[in-house]
Structures are given as C-alpha cells and as structure tokens.
C-alpha cells in the first residue's frame, strides 16, 4: 500500500480531482504524466540512446540510480529487444543521497540537500520486482568511489568470471569524483562503439568530468541533437 501511495504521489499533478473525467479519478493516476513535452522528450533521448548501442555486445552500467527510473527504462529495454539473457544492466548509488565529499566537492548540489534521503536499495528492489526486472537489473549499494573496485574484482557480482564488457556507461551522479572515477575505470571494458555518456542538464560536476576526461585521452566529445537531449556524449573508437 505505501508503494502504491508513492507511486500516486509520483504520479499525480494538482488537477483538481472534480474536474477529471471518471475514467482518470478511478485510476487515481495522471494520465498525461508521459504525455508531457519533458517526460516524452527524455524517454525519446533514452531510447535513441540505447539504438545506438542496441547491436553491441555488453551490458549497461548507470552510476547514480536514484530511485530507478532509468533502471525500469533500460531493464526494459534489453527485454523487449530480447538481450537480457546474454546482457544486464548495474546500477551503482549509495541508496541515501549524496556522500558529504559530493556536497563539498559539489556546492550547487546543496540546493536539493534532502532530495535523495528517503531513497532506499530496499524501495527500489521492490519497485524493479513490481516490473519483473529482478532477474536483468543488479544494484550495487556504497559511495562509488568503493564499490567500483570490489564490483570489478567480483565474478558473482558482475556475473561473469574473468572479463566484463559493457556498451553503454550511463552516469548521473550529478557529482564530479564518482564520475571521473566511473569513466576512468570503466574505459576499458567498453566495448568499440560503446558509449559514456552523462546526464546533467545543468552544468556542473558531471560536465567537467567527462570535459576533463576527454583532454586527458584526447577523445572527442559530442552532444545529443534533440530538445532535451543527451547533454554529451563519447563514443569509444
Ligand atoms: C540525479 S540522481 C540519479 C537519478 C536517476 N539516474 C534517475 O534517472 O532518476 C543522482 C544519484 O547519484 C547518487 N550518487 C551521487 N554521488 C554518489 C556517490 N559518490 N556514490 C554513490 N552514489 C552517488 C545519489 O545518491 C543519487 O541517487
């Protein structure tokens, strides 16, 4: 029942309840939830994102879960395309908000200081088996400056016994350590063609990673071509 109250609360806007027609007040949801420009013009950039990694070999690692939205989209994702036996997606968080290194590292994130606290591995586990993902979606809870390592030098973890390769290295950290971390040690095991890409919208620590990264390797970065699209992206020769 909480689940199903926070799924509404997520849900629903403050239309006021006597003007909807019956069929929305019985579904206690907002239909038009998807229908609006930014939620459809972010599923479209996910989408798009993914058919260009789509023939690749590899799973998909997101760094930054939140509360799992782009898990339910990219479990999804390798399902309906039929890749979930062979392909699974990571999704790396600390399942309690930012650590306080990120918030000092990160002054603008202190903005939203309590936006992430009541997130729990917990709540998300039950939200990926409510779409039936458990079996394709793995979590991996800590401050990815940890878990990285430990993820990498575990078979049963990243189920496979000695290599990993991944197409598509989703980071949403909002925070710019977890994210040089994350495309430093995950470079390698991205497969030709693969991709890194980030989410920030409005700039700031994840950007200056994936700037920084590139002048290091002398790699080349591009942006997504859509309103509200990927902000930037690289693609591993
Ligand atoms: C913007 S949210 C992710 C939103 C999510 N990708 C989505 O699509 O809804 C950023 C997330 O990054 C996580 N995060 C930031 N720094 C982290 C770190 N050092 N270690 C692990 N998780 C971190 C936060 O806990 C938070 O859940």
Excluded at 19 to 47: C, H, T
Excluded at 59 to 83: C, D, M, P, W, Y
Excluded at 199 to 222: H, M, P, W, Y
């Amino acid at each position: 029942m909480k689940f199903y109250n926070l799924l509404k609360k997520y849900f629903s806007n403050n239309e006021d309840e006597e003007k909807k027609p019956e069929v929305a007040k019985k579904s206690g949801l907002d239909q038009d939830k998807y229908l609006d420009k930014l939620e459809l013009s972010y599923l479209f950039s996910i989408f798009n994102l993914y058919e260009k990694v789509r023939e690749l070999p590899g799973h998909i690692v997101e760094l930054g879960v939140g509360a799992g939205r782009n898990s339910i989209l990219f479990g999804n994702l390798l399902k309906i395309t039929s890749q979930h036996n062979n392909y699974k997606y990571f999704g790396f968080d600390t399942f309690k908000n930012y650590t306080d290194k990120d918030f000092i590292e990160n002054p603008s994130l202190i903005k939203n200081k309590n936006k992430w606290d009541d997130n729990s591995l917990e709540y998300v586990e039950k939200r990926i088996r409510s779409h039936g993902l458990e079996s394709i979606c793995t979590f991996i809870e800590g401050d990815i400056r940890n878990t990285l390592d430990s993820f990498l030098n575990s078979p049963n973890l990243k189920k496979s016994a000695d290599a990993f390769h991944c197409k598509l290295l989703y980071i949403d950290t909002s925070s710019y350590t977890p994210a040089k971390i994350g495309m430093e040690k995950l470079y390698d095991h991205i497969v030709p063609g693969g991709i890194i890409s980030i989410d920030q919208r409005s700039q700031g620590g994840e950007t200056n990673a994936i700037i920084e990264f590139c002048n290091e390797k002398s790699l080349e970065v591009t942006t997504g071509t859509f309103f509200n699209d990927i902000p930037a992206y690289i693609v591993k020769k």
